[in-house]
């Protein structure tokens, strides 16, 4: 079965940190581009941040750009989401997903999903 879990969400103040982590398993993303949206209630599922498969390429939605690292290690068939600074605005349930087409911003560019998990962050 291929499935991504995430994990490492919860709560935390504004201003403090957390890393989120996407377990693979089923089959190896090694290839693949990798990247995590967030869904704030009543919102739509926003983009966050992609990942190439070998890492060299990153991309971020503006407004995370110079808080959030996006990293990935191959051989643990894991992806990463480093969040610093966070905000209150940063509220959301965070998920991850694999890529099947080049649109990286863009959900309907993914075709497989975690369940998500919950970051609260508290002002």
């Known amino acids: 079965q291929v499935q991504l879990v995430e994990s490492g969400g919860g709560l935390v103040q504004a201003g403090g940190s957390l890393r989120l982590s996407c377990a693979a398993s089923g089959r190896t993303f090694s290839r693949d581009t990798m990247g995590w949206f967030r869904q704030a209630p009543g919102k739509d599922r926003d983009f966050v941040a992609a990942?190439?498969?070998?890492?060299?390429?990153?991309y971020y939605a503006d407004s995370v750009k110079g808080r959030f690292t996006i990293s990935r290690d191959n051989a643990k068939n894991t992806v990463y989401l480093q969040m610093n600074s966070l905000k209150p605005e940063d509220t959301a349930v965070y998920y991850c997903?694999?890529?099947?087409?080049?649109?990286?911003?863009?959900?309907?560019?993914?075709?497989?999903w975690g369940q998500g998990t919950q970051v609260t962050v508290s002002s």
């Open positions: 997903a694999a890529a099947k087409r080049s649109l990286v911003m863009r959900p309907t560019s993914y075709d497989i």
């Open positions: 990942i190439n498969w070998s890492g060299e390429n990153t």
